[in-house]
């Protein structure tokens, strides 16, 4: 599931309107919760928009989404605050901070175990940028977590740790944070 971030924050009245891209192979199955009630759901597999309220209370709201994919179902969270005036009460928890970052966590992965095959000028996919790498992020998730990526018989890089896989996968669940 691509396109979903966590975003900031919004002034009062904020309409919502949002575009997830996924993947074809997802299938059709698609639903969101705007803290915890059903969204509109509109378009097809790949391409949804959802649609909410026309304006949004002041406060932190959280947006749930699940889709299928081939593996089972993927589900993302994401919290944003509307932004309100005196009347928004007592401040809310702030939403859990971004704990894994690509620069500090990711590339050394990449630099060590991806680089050899898919840096600048090879026949991979460039995945040796931030913006690169998060293109692709689910698919190096999925493929690192089948065991595919590195290539095991390929000898030329080493495999990830468990807890490196973990961490690429606390990446893309956050948002894929650069
Ligand atoms: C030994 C070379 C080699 C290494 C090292 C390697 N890959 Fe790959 N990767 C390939 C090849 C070859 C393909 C294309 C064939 C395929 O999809 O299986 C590929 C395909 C991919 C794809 C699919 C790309 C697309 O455009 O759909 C992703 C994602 C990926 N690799 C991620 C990674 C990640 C993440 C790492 C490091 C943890 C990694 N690879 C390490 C050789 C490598």
Redesign the pocket.
């Known amino acids: 599931m691509q396109g979903v971030r966590p975003y900031g924050r919004l002034p009062e009245g904020s309409g919502f309107a949002v575009r997830v891209l996924g993947d074809p192979s997802m299938g059709t199955s698609f639903g969101a919760q705007l803290d915890g009630k059903g969204v509109q759901v509109t378009g097809s597999a790949g391409t949804w928009t959802l649609t909410g309220p026309e304006s949004l209370g002041p406060g932190w709201h959280s947006l749930s989404l699940s889709a299928g994919s081939p593996e089972g179902t993927v589900q993302r969270t994401v919290k944003f605050l509307v932004e309100g005036g005196e009347s928004s009460g007592p401040p809310m928890p702030p939403p859990d901070e971004p704990t894994v970052f690509f620069e500090e966590d990711i590339r050394p992965?990449?630099e060590r175990?991806?680089a050899?095959?898919?840096g600048e000028g090879s026949n991979?996919?460039f995945?040796g940028s931030f913006e690169a790498f998060s293109a692709?992020g689910q698919?190096?998730l999925d493929?690192?977590s089948a065991g595919?990526?590195?290539?095991p018989a390929?000898g030329?890089?080493e495999p990830?740790t468990e807890d490196e896989i973990q961490l690429l996968a606390t990446w893309v669940q956050e948002g894929m944070n650069p």
């Open positions: 992965i990449y175990s991806c050899a095959c898919h991979q996919s995945l692709l698919q190096a493929r690192v595919e990526m590195p290539p390929a030329v890089a990830l």
